[in-house]
T-cell receptor, first 110, second 116 residues
């Protein structure tokens, strides 16, 4: 099993709709998690951190399910500018080492 | 603007060339990282520096040689690369282990490297 797994997508979402996708992780000791967004040919940018059961920032909601070892990201009222690849990042037991998922591509269509 | 800059943004080099990538962070962080991102693959950690000391070398071939003269600057020296080394090379920085337990990384724009 990969340490961090994501559905690569693409998730094709009509503008204004809601989309959600998951990230599963293998290290049950992980305490914090991150969602980054990466636009085509650009660097990853931090979207939100998830430390406890979840986090909400505007139209974006991240939830953590420790029992099943996954985190989810939900985007409400999707905008065209939300089109990107969303990377799930999980710290490892070794400081400085983060496991990155391969990303979930979201395409918001008019 | 994330506060992490990288130069050059694009680089084309032959297999016999020697070149260097530069990264600078203006965030007052103590830790810096080099990652490689190949198409459709997860980011691969290459090197980690904390307070100028290398703490991680993730089995990277010796044709990649990092240098960290201070906490704000990080270099990646390249020599005798192979075509399969073509990728996006990303630099990142974070507060470091002395900061919050939830250390967060901030990335530079990357150098897109093509090896001919």
């Amino acid at each position: 099993r990969k340490e961090v797994e994501q559905d690569p997508g693409p998730f094709n979402v009509p503008e204004g709709a809601t989309v959600a996708f998951n990230c599963t992780y293998s290290n049950s000791a992980s305490q914090s998690f991150f969602w980054y967004r990466q636009d085509c040919r650009k660097e990853p940018k931090l979207l939100m951190s998830v430390y406890s059961s979840g986090n909400e920032d505007g139209r974006f909601t991240a939830q953590l399910n420790r029992a099943s070892q996954y985190i989810s990201l939900l985007i409400r009222d999707s905008k065209l500018s939300d089109s990107a690849t969303y990377l799930c990042v999980v710290p490892t037991d070794s400081w400085g080492k983060f496991q990155f998922g391969a990303g979930t591509q979201v395409v918001v269509t008019p | 603007e994330t506060g992490v800059t990288q130069t050059p943004r694009h680089l084309v080099m032959g297999m016999t060339n020697k070149k260097s990538l530069k990264c600078e962070q203006h965030l007052g962080h103590n830790a810096m990282y080099w990652y490689k991102q190949s198409a459709k693959k997860p980011l691969e950690l290459m090197f980690v520096y904390n307070f100028k000391e290398q703490t991680e070398n993730n089995s990277v071939p010796s044709r990649f040689s990092p240098e960290c003269p201070n906490s704000s600057h990080l270099f990646l020296h390249l020599h005798t690369l192979q075509p399969e080394d073509s990728a996006l090379y990303l630099c990142a920085s974070s507060q470091g282990p002395q900061g919050l337990s939830t250390d967060t990384q901030y990335f530079g724009p990357g150098t897109r490297l093509t090896v001919l």
